[in-house]
């Protein structure tokens, strides 16, 4: 491979570092769903990014959903099919995922070299602030600490969190404490069960974490091996088709890269459980595949016996081979003799295995049971394992032994070697979704190197692609420039097995059309930004696909949506500038020069790969400005934060040079500079919508939306919200503060525009409380000067709630009114919690015992508006009393999920035992299949209102997880809801027959 090499500086050589071989670097990839989880956690995943939006619900509560949904990316060969097809991710509970930097955190094995920063932080807290100003006891000048004799890391791993609409990131802090960056203010983060790996076995210890919210919610992930994600790394291989390696033989190398949800404490009492397929824990075979480095796992190995008999466990695990490129190229010359150079090139292959995590079922006990069926999909490559593809869901109403509500069946394409792709979703054996893929070309093996700089196929050779293109390097600025094409994007590739069409239930449906990413500058470092990250202009395709057009057809009419990715659109102008910019550095040859008088030492270091990880959980090109066409006339514009709105912050300190002392590293501004990798990453800034404009009639502008967003980076609680993070990338160490900041929407303003006249309306969200991120103050100003104030308090004095964690609940809020210079209150409303448990209302939990309102002439006398008397062990309100004293008691059945009987003015002491005959038949009716016959129990709730004529009873019946079903007032007249087979209200009927209202729904996707 022809290498053109600018010398603009003639360097004579050092033997200082002696020769250096091919450094192999492991990928440690991730399974499709737990990138998928990191990608659609912290990005928003919308037009900023090109993405189709496109979910199909399968169950949905108060406390938790269940949805497909599809990511149109684009094709890359290296990631894996889930187990609900490729591109296509079940969204259910949620994660924390790791991004490993240096070691792993909690990586403690006796024979490593390092200990992780877990390790450092428990032995040797230090706050973060002194850690970025004074720094540590370093170990011979390095970047790690020696603590009672062990070298320990100073990089802490970043950990992403996405789970149930909460997500954002977290570092283990200097002293030990979480730095968390979330829009979810007021998490708490426990590490008590984040444990010390040893890497004794092919099985981690099992690990885990706990947060809770601001509600007090309490939420738990990993802690069981079942839970787990791990990955492994195996080494190397040269050729994937051989079973042999090189130099096999070592100890466990694997790192724990997820920790799934698997139980929710609500803090009314109800628990979420989320349990994960048992994976066999004993192999069959002698040898066990994590000790064997360098070698192709042998599949024999991933066998268990189980009472006699063997188990392919193979499904539970997933292999990766990611093809790579390591070059090294170094020339020493001594004493101004003539020198001497070598080159080596090692293309190989990285072997990584992951064990994988599959949800078994879902359940809020008595209230519903989701269970997830698979079935084994024999392998169709030989470097592939068997995989499990999900088969089928079944929502069950309350527990995992009663009747389907509604059973879900899934069937894929199989016949495109281990490319699984989603073809049907049947819902009830009749409501069907069909799914369409363009697949007209021969896809890639997995382990392809013809793959573009992001990882997409682009249709270079399977096995001589280079991977790392023909280049020209100036010594003297430090600058490349790429003059192969191997690695470029393909132009007509783009699209290869993305969605194209989808037929919904109703027998419309949509087609999808793409196009390829384009961009008009990037971030990057050269020599013109000092080697420091900075966008700067470059044009090009990027790989990866965009959405261009959505065509929807409901039987009658059709919608085409189009979209422009380029600024300033309007109809006259349709190939404007794009408004996308690369996010991906994607430098892959470094060097480096020592000078010592008249010897020198000069090494080139080349390194690529077919994957990029990056690519898979985050985005690598977001458009900050795209137009909306409906049937080709302009309806709207988006526009998004960017980098250059929102680029990266560089905070950091460069020590002294620590290596390579009284010896000249050039060119100095690239080596110091480039290598400073960890910017304070704006990722969770990005993406967010500042504008939208409404069209009409093409270029009119009828409305605008703006937003703005804020940090809070001056807020007392965030100030000093970061960890600082050491290392030694080349000579000089360097110290950098890593933020966890919130990106909070500050400020909307929408305007109106109306004939000649602009109809502007504000709304300002202030958070200046010193305890605690919540929101403390909106304001509403309106076209008219009339401004509305609402001031939120919070329980920071209520210890017990304080130590729950429940400081995110307002317990008062105030609403005042400024017109023509006067200030008047509207409201004033408290909610009075306990201040410490058991209490006679709520028993052990922390739930409202009475609500008071204000009086607006004289604001500091409060009245009882209502009392809560009563609440029952599940958290169900019991009996309440109103204002005028009249007590109110609520009767709860289907095993106290639903209320059935509403009496006003009676007592619950005075009631329950009457109401046992109807809890009764309400629990056997929950047994009973839908549309079930009711009257039995309608028979047990009429006579129960009989028994107690002076009250004023309203009673209820369900189909449980679909609706009510009856209603019956105190005057007796029953009114009856009837719903269709998708479980949509259809109608209201009276006792006759008659209707009294009803529900149409039109045919259309």
């Known amino acids: 491979m022809k290498r053109i090499l600018i010398l603009n500086l003639f360097l004579i050589s050092l033997k200082i570092l002696g020769q250096s071989s091919a450094s192999y670097v492991p990928t440690l990839p991730k399974a499709p769903e737990t990138s998928d989880m990191e990608r659609f956690g912290n990005i928003p995943v919308n037009l900023f990014t090109g993405g189709l939006d496109l979910q199909i619900p399968i169950f949905s509560s108060e406390k938790n959903n269940v949805t497909l949904s599809y990511n149109s990316s684009g094709f890359i060969p290296s990631k894996k099919s889930n187990y609900v097809g490729y591109n296509w991710n079940l969204n259910y509970g949620g994660a924390i995922t790791r991004e490993i930097r240096g070691v792993a955190d909690d990586l403690n094995s006796d024979d490593a070299t390092f200990k992780g920063f877990l390790y450092t932080a428990k032995n040797n807290p230090i706050s973060n602030s002194s850690a970025y100003n004074n720094g540590y006891n370093y170990y011979f000048n390095?970047?790690?600490?020696?603590?009672g004799g062990r070298y320990c890391e100073l990089k802490p791993d970043k950990f992403n969190f996405n789970f149930l609409g909460i997500n954002g990131y977290f570092y283990i802090g200097n002293n030990g404490i979480p730095v968390i960056s979330s829009n979810t203010p007021n998490l708490k983060i426990n590490l008590d069960n984040f444990i010390y790996q040893y890497n004794s076995s092919c099985d981690p210890t099992p690990s885990g974490f706990s947060i809770i919210d601001g509600n007090g919610n309490e939420y738990y992930f990993g802690d069981n091996l079942n839970n787990m994600e791990v990955s492994y790394s195996l080494g190397h291989h040269l050729n994937p088709t051989q079973a042999g390696g090189l130099s096999p033989g070592g100890n466990a190398n694997y790192t724990i890269t997820g920790w799934y949800l698997y139980k929710v404490k609500f803090v009314d009492g109800e628990q979420l459980n989320i349990t994960y397929k048992a994976k066999p824990r004993s192999f069959g075979s002698s040898k066990f595949f994590c000790t064997i480095l360098n070698f192709l796992p042998e599949k024999s190995g991933f066998t268990s016996f189980s009472n006699s008999t063997m188990q392919s466990i193979q499904p539970y695990y997933e292999l990766y081979l990611s093809a790579n490129q390591n070059n090294s190229t170094q020339t020493t010359v001594s004493n101004?003799?003539?020198?001497?150079?070598?080159?080596?090139?090692?293309?190989?292959?990285?072997?990584?295995?992951i064990k994988k995590v599959f949800p078994q079922s879902i359940e809020i006990p008595n209230k519903f049971y989701i269970n997830f069926n698979y079935k084994i999909q024999?392998?169709?490559?030989?470097?592939?394992?068997?995989?499990?593809l999900l088969e089928s869901i079944e929502v069950k109403n309350r527990s995992q032994n009663t009747f389907n509500i509604e059973k879900f069946d899934l069937k894929y394409n199989t016949s495109n070697k281990d490319y699984y792709f989603l073809t049907e979703i049947t819902k009830n054996s009749s409501q069907k979704y069909v799914l369409n893929y363009n697949l007209s070309t021969t896809l890639p093996k997995f382990n392809t190197f013809g793959t573009d700089y992001w990882g997409f196929w682009n249709g270079g050779n399977e096995t001589s692609n280079l991977l790392v293109p023909n280049f020209q390097l100036n010594f003297s600025t430090g600058d490349i420039t790429i003059t192969g094409t191997s690695r470029n994007a393909n132009g007509s590739l783009f699209d290869t097995a993305l969605l194209k069409k989808i037929t919904y239930p109703t027998g419309g449906y949509s087609l999808f059309e793409y196009e390829p990413n384009y961009y008009t500058k990037r971030v990057m470092g050269n020599s013109s930004t000092n080697f420091i990250r900075q966008l700067v202009s470059s044009t090009d395709y990027a790989g990866g696909a965009r959405i261009k057009k959505i065509s929807s057809f409901d039987g009658v009419a059709s919608l085409v949506k189009e979209y422009k990715y380029i600024k300033d659109f309007s109809g006259n102008i349709t190939n404007g500038i794009s408004s996308g910019i690369l996010y991906n550095d994607y430098r892959m040859v470094n060097f480096i020069d020592l000078i010592s008088g008249s010897s020198s030492l000069r090494r080139i270091s080349e390194h690529a790969t077919n994957i990029n990880t990056s690519t898979l959980s985050s985005y690598h090109i977001g458009y900050s400005e795209v137009s909306e066409l409906e049937n080709n006339e302009l309806k709207k514009k988006y526009f998004f934060s960017d980098y250059a709105t929102n680029p990266d912050s560089l905070a950091y300190t460069q020590g002294p040079q620590v290596l390579y002392t009284g010896i000249s590293v050039n060119p100095s501004n690239y080596q110091q500079n480039y290598f400073l990798r960890y910017l304070d990453n704006k990722d969770n800034e990005r993406g967010k919508l500042v504008r939208e404009v409404f069209y009409k009639d093409g270029n009119n502008i009828i409305q605008e939306n703006l937003n703005t967003y804020s940090s809070l980076s001056t807020h007392p609680l965030l100030s000093s919200n970061y960890v600082t993070f050491v290392e030694l990338p080349l000579a000089w160490r360097s110290s950098y503060k890593l933020y966890g900041w919130p990106y909070v929407l500050k400020k909307s303003v929408v305007k109106r525009y109306l004939n000649n006249l602009i109809i502007e309306e504000k709304s300002t969200n202030n958070y200046d409380s010193n305890f605690h991120l919540n929101p403390t103050k909106k304001i509403n100003e309106f076209r008219d000067n009339t401004i509305n104030e609402t001031i939120y308090t919070y329980p920071v004095n209520n210890s017990l709630m304080v130590s729950k964690n429940m400081v995110g609940l307002p317990i008062g809020t105030e609403i005042k009114q400024t017109r023509n210079g006067l200030t008047k209150i509207l409201s004033k409303i408290e909610t009075i919690y306990p201040s410490s448990?058991?209490?006679?209302?709520?028993?052990?939990?922390?739930?409202?015992?009475?609500?008071?309102?204000?009086?607006?002439?004289?604001?500091?006398?409060?009245s009882t508006e209502v009392t809560y008397d009563q609440y029952g062990s599940k958290g169900n309100l019991q009996q309440y009393t109103t204002k005028k004293g009249a007590p109110v008691t609520i009767i709860w059945g289907y095993h106290q999920t639903q209320p059935i009987a509403k009496i006003e003015g009676g007592l619950y002491a005075d009631v329950a035992a009457s109401a046992a005959d109807i809890i009764t038949a309400s629990d056997n009716d929950a047994s009973q299949t839908t549309n079930n016959d009711e009257t039995a129990l309608l028979a047990a709730l009429d006579t129960f209102r009989l028994k107690f004529p002076d009250f004023q009873i309203t009673t209820y019946t369900y189909d449980p997880l679909i609706g009510v079903r009856s209603i019956t007032p105190p005057s007796g007249v029953r009114a009856y809801y009837f719903y269709d087979s998708a479980n949509?209200?259809?109608?209201?009927?009276?006792?006759?027959?008659n209707i009294l209202t009803e529900n149409q729904y039109n045919f259309k996707p």
């Open 336 to 353: 101004g003799g003539s020198g001497s150079s070598f080159y080596t090139a090692a293309p190989h292959y990285n072997i990584e295995v």
């Open 142 to 147: 390095l970047d790690y600490v020696n603590v």
């Open 984 to 993: 949509r209200l259809q109608s209201v009927k009276d006792g006759a027959g």
């Open 837 to 862: 448990i058991p209490t006679a209302q709520t028993g052990n939990l922390v739930l409202p015992t009475s609500t008071l309102f204000y009086d607006l002439q004289n604001p500091a006398t409060s």
């Open 378 to 388: 024999p392998a169709n490559i030989t470097e592939n394992f068997d995989a499990y």
